[in-house]
């Protein structure tokens, strides 16, 4: 992802903190938001501290059989002191960038899987009902 040295974050948002871009031929959503519970932006009435600036970047892939892939990065970027938050312009790069290695990841996890499942083999011709057989019961020991 290239950064935009003209915005503070690196990447232009708009007034809620969102931003999309299209990285590595995904289309990713971004979100800049601080992690305090009020509307209004100042320090805490109790610690005296401003509130983390939390990036997070998301994206979801839809494949065959209804298969759906995510790829999900957050970075966190703390205040310093008592001191607002001061915007990072690489916080969205590595939130995209970690988005994108969970996605990978997540691939890589849900091919593993697909290769080690075999379909089960129902030789009668019907159609698996989803109840337990009686061998698959156990039981418990006195």
Known sequence: MDID????WGLAIDFAGRATITE????????VTDTSLSDIIGPDSITGTY?????????????????????????????VGTDPVVPDQTAIQRAVATALTNFADNTAAYTALCTK?????????????GGTDSTDATSSAP
């Open 5 to 8: 040295t003209t915005q503070p």
């Open 24 to 31: 590595a031929g995904h289309t990713i959503h971004v979100n």
């Open 51 to 79: 509130s983390a600036v939390n990036i997070t970047a998301q994206f979801t892939e839809t494949g065959t059989n209804n298969t759906v892939l995510r790829g999900i990065g957050r970075v966190t970027v703390p205040p």
């Open 117 to 129: 499942w075999t379909a089960p083999d129902d030789s009668s011709g019907g159609t698996d009902t």
